[in-house]
């Protein structure tokens, strides 16, 4: 059947441009590419060449010496092709046809990238950017995003860039990472021994963790780029870019900034709350109408704690069991005094096994913060009369025993008493 364009793709497309600040070319052109492989039974692609649908851009990447940007040279809207299954069969490759035709925007970058590092932290921040505004679900291993490396070495001092090989389809981080540093190793030692690198594409094997050559890498005259004959050429109104400008998210670096300047957050704790568009999400709405403690509270909460489990189930904020408001009535006990910061953490897991509610968890389980000051006083005179020993030594000037007597009192008081009030009551009876 003849090709159809999608829609669809059309303005995802465009809401990428807009998103990384690049040009939209009110009029681009659908060309074939002719090659032959076996995942490309039809001899040909459908894809945008001389004039794509975006131009230039650039993309912001956080590294430890600080933040560089990264130019594009386009993005363009292609048809996928399939896929090559050269380790799910022995002794054969298989072809999987099942994603071919499906719409696939190709983005470009300039060689603006220095290393594994920065080429990994640069895809991070690509995929983060895609999925926060809808283009792309960012799952690697279904192919929704994957990448391609082009590596080349140079000596220090040498301006022209060395002879490039392409590694195709790498579908993780860490195996992108990986094929890098390998190729890299590969091309200085064949030129440190005399050779000449080969201009290819090439396939990182996991199981050996080395590349190995596909097929010799084509320039763009042997694809015998020609205007596709079946598709018109694609012209976006100014009123459609408009459109979509209007229905585009905030973007990442405009809500890290939001939240920086509004609740005087820390740079990091900040960076943490939007790494994705979920979890900035959960933070606004659980610190919805909250005073700025309870705000600070609230982000310091979820960089921690909420981060660190969510790391440790691999999961995303989106399955967190303990939802924005369940989260909320936590840290309200926290900032009330109910809680002390131990028994805080004994709720949250509570709240994460299932057990309802901050308020139904202390009520359950008595776990109320004592801060009744006879109480309390009582509480220290029977530690302080307990543990004389300790009393002489912080009296001797050992400021580790007066650490370990306000852990007595904590255990006597299984974690409830607060904590500034014994502080406070110890030191008036010590000194």
């Known amino acids: 059947m003849l090709p159809v364009l999608n829609a669809a793709a059309v303005e995802l497309a465009v809401r990428f441009g807009l998103a990384v600040g690049a040009t939209i070319n009110r009029r681009s052109i659908f060309a074939r590419k002719n090659y032959f492989y076996p995942d490309l039974p039809k001899g040909y692609q459908i894809s945008q060449y001389e ?51 499906t719409a696939l925007l190709e983005i470009v970058s300039e060689p603006d990238l220095r290393g594994a ?26 192919g929704s995003f994957r990448c391609d490396a082009n590596v080349s070495v140079r000596r220090a001092g040498d301006s022209a860039y060395g002879t490039r090989c392409e590694i195709k389809n790498l579908n993780s981080f860490r195996f992108m990472e990986r094929a890098i540093e390998f190729e890299a ?55 459609d870019i408009a459109r979509i400008g209007a229905e585009m998210p905030e973007l990442p670096g405009v809500r890290l900034q939001r939240l920086t300047e509004t609740f005087a957050l820390p740079a990091a704790t900040a960076a943490i709350l939007t790494s994705s568009r979920q979890l900035a999400d959960y933070f606004e709405s659980a610190i919805a109408n909250a005073d700025l ?61 299932g057990e309802g509610s901050a308020d139904a968890i202390i009520e359950k389980r008595g776990l109320q913060q004592i801060s009744d000051l006879g109480a309390l006083e009582k509480a220290v005179d029977e530690v302080l009369a307990a543990h004389a020993r300790q009393v002489e030594d912080y009296r001797a000037g050992k ?33």
């Open 51 to 101: 004039l794509p649908i975006v131009q230039g851009g650039t993309v912001a990447v956080a590294l430890p010496e600080g933040e560089k940007r990264i130019a594009l040279t386009r993005a363009h809207l292609e048809e996928d092709a399939g896929k090559s299954l050269h380790e799910d069969f022995h002794g054969m490759s298989g072809i999987d046809l099942n994603r071919a035709g």
């Open 117 to 142: 590092k920065e080429a990994v932290a640069y895809a991070r921040a690509l995929h983060a950017l895609v999925v926060w505004i809808g283009v792309c679900d960012g799952n690697m291993q279904e």
């Open 185 to 239: 190793r590969r091309q200085i030692g064949i030129l440190e021994d005399g050779g000449r690198i080969e201009q290819e594409t090439r396939l990182y094997d996991p199981d050996r963790d080395e590349t190995r050559s596909m097929r010799s890498k084509e320039e763009a005259h042997d694809y015998r780029y020609f205007p596709d004959p079946d598709l018109l050429p694609l012209v976006v109104g100014e009123q």
């Open 293 to 353: 403690e309870t705000v600070r509270q609230t982000a310091n909460w979820i960089a921690g704690n909420t981060s660190a489990k969510l790391n440790a189930l691999g999961i995303g904020i989106e399955d967190c069991p303990v939802g924005p408001a369940q989260l909320r009535g936590l840290i309200d006990r926290l900032a009330d005094g109910t809680l002390s910061a131990k028994l805080a953490k004994e709720v949250d897991d509570a709240m994460w096994a």
């Open 399 to 431: 400021q580790k025993a007066f650490n370990s007597l306000v852990g007595q009192v904590m255990k006597a008081t299984r974690g409830k008493a607060n904590p500034a009030q014994v502080n406070e009551i110890l030191r008036r009876k010590l000194d």
